[in-house]
């Protein structure tokens, strides 16, 4: 039989994007016409976005360009910072965040977040994973926390290397180990969006890719968010990619096409490494 | 998407053009390659078409020096984007011209086996025939240089001539055999001459493509404006 190209099965193109969202199904957040001002200083310009569950999203673009600025209005980190106003609207799950009536601490369990630095408290590993399902009320029994505290760490890749060794301080893992004690911490309240706020800048290549492999099994679980300055990282972990320049969102797409062809001169600029 | 200015890396902007440079230059080679095999073969030339023939290891050398580069500077620079575009582009491209030179190679080995004082009428419209396609070569790597899609996509237009000619050499010649069995031999590689100058064009078309992708990260069959066949 001779080959004919209308025969020929090619893999479905929107595999890579098996979680592609139905058209109009409702994102899990939601942004619309963000706006922040540190001061008379506009950090960040008019921003929407959507961040689906079952996929990873990454804010990428150059320092002072906003997107840590807009990772922190996702659970209202910027709150904690005087001078800041945010202006425009934040959904979870179609219910405002930004309103006053909004409980900021209930939502942080919802929307957890793990920082640049892993910062364990200075606690045992067990305590800093028990900490915050023992204060949310999610365990009735010292068995449960238990087992919360076990699934938080076994999710994390962490149970393994630690679980011989639940009591000692959390402080006295190594910088890769803490990170994910961190992450461990965040998933243990059973959060459904987790940020991520350059996780593996201050961690050498092995522990970067042990938390980008961490990132990839937990996807799926949680909506998950990431700003990376590392653009290969950008291109590994994530299926959404969102370049900011200058407070604005410059361009926002699918990964796979962002780092082939983008549409945006500056994101080209950027990503090929012609920002002078 | 134009390339507004060089990388902040001067190094890596030198990598890419040296990649494209070694294109460029592999171009040159093949289209000369063909031009001297088609001269040969009209004046029957067999000494200087000996010479085609071992001068084709130029561009294998020449293939190979690519891809070593273009491998390299995909581990050591990361390329992204159109960087990336470009050299998968110059990485087929290399590969693509390699084949050309073939070609050439081909055509020269037949200029010895065409023996015989007869003339055989067809061969008249060979070399303008080779002109074409070769003409197609050139300015499809001045397309691939100059990272220009609306060239690249004259340069496929073409090819319909070059088409059109084999189709019309096929007959000249199967009616000449016809005529004249005693010529059947040379006919037939003249034929074969035909087919190879047929498939230089293909390949020129091939590189079209290529460049229009790198060039607009596009397959120029999803081009806008294109009618669907």
Request: net charge negative.
């Given at each position: ?79 904690t910072i ?16 930004t ?69 000692e ?46 990132i ?17 990282q ?43 | 998407?134009?390339?507004?200015s ?31 095999a ?41 390329p ?82 070059v ?39 293909d ?11 790198a ?15």
């Open positions: 039989m001779t080959p004919n190209h209308s025969t020929v099965t090619l893999p479905d193109p929107k595999s890579e994007e098996a979680v592609e969202p139905p058209v109009g199904r409702i994102p899990k957040m939601s942004a619309r016409g963000v706006s922040v001002f540190y001061g008379d200083k506009q950090a960040l310009k008019d921003v929407s976005i959507d961040i689906h569950e079952d996929r990873v999203t990454a804010f990428i673009g150059p320092s002072g360009c906003g997107k840590s600025t807009f990772l922190r209005c996702l659970n209202r980190m910027n709150d005087p001078s800041a106003r945010v202006a425009g609207k934040i959904e979870l799950d179609g219910e405002d965040i309103s006053s009536s909004m409980d900021v601490v209930q939502l942080r369990a919802r929307v957890g977040m793990v920082f640049q630095k892993p910062n364990p408290f200075p606690k045992s590993i067990f305590e800093n994973v028990a900490y915050g399902p023992r204060i949310h009320g999610l365990s009735s029994s010292r068995a449960t926390l238990d087992a919360i505290v076990e699934t938080s760490l076994k999710r994390a890749g962490l149970w393994d290397e630690v679980k011989d060794r639940l009591q301080s959390g402080t006295a893992l190594s910088g890769g180990q803490q990170q994910r004690l961190c992450i461990a911490r965040a998933i243990a309240v059973d959060p459904e969006v987790i940020l991520m706020d350059e996780p593996c800048s201050a961690l050498d290549p092995i522990a970067t890719a042990k938390i980008e492999e961490l990839h099994e937990l996807r799926g679980r949680y909506a998950i968010a990431i700003v990376t300055h590392n653009m290969q950008a291109a590994r972990v994530s299926q959404r990619t969102a370049f900011f320049h200058l407070g604005e969102l410059v361009e926002y797409g699918k990964t796979s096409e962002i780092f082939t062809n983008p549409r945006e001169q500056r994101t080209q600029d950027y990503i090929t490494g012609r920002y002078g | 998407m134009q390339q507004t060089g990388h902040t890396l001067k190094a890596f902007d030198e990598d890419i053009e040296r990649l494209r440079a070694l294109i460029s230059q592999m171009g040159g080679l093949a289209e000369h390659a063909i031009g001297e088609m001269r040969c073969l009209v004046q029957r030339d067999v000494e200087a078409a000996e010479q085609v023939v071992a001068e084709d290891k130029k561009l294998d050398v020449l293939e190979i020096e690519t891809e070593r580069r273009a491998v390299q500077l995909i581990a050591l620079r990361a992204m984007a159109a960087d990336l575009r470009d050299v998968v582009a110059a990485l087929k491209i290399s590969g693509v011209v390699e084949r050309i030179g073939d070609y050439a190679k081909n055509i020269a080995k037949r200029v010895p086996l065409i023996e015989g004082p007869a003339k055989i009428e067809p061969l008249s419209l060979l070399p303008e025939m080779a002109r074409i396609a070769t003409g197609m070569v050139h300015d499809v790597l001045d397309a691939f240089v100059e990272r220009d899609a609306d060239a690249a996509i004259r340069v496929c237009e073409r090819d319909q001539a088409d059109d000619f084999y189709d019309s050499i096929f007959r000249a010649l199967l009616t000449h055999m016809m005529e004249n069995p005693q010529t059947i031999g040379q006919s037939a590689h003249l034929l074969f001459v035909a087919k190879n100058l047929e498939r230089v064009g390949h020129a078309t091939n590189i079209a493509e290529m460049v229009y992708y060039a607009t990260g596009q397959h120029m069959a999803d081009r806008p404006g294109k009618s669907a066949k």
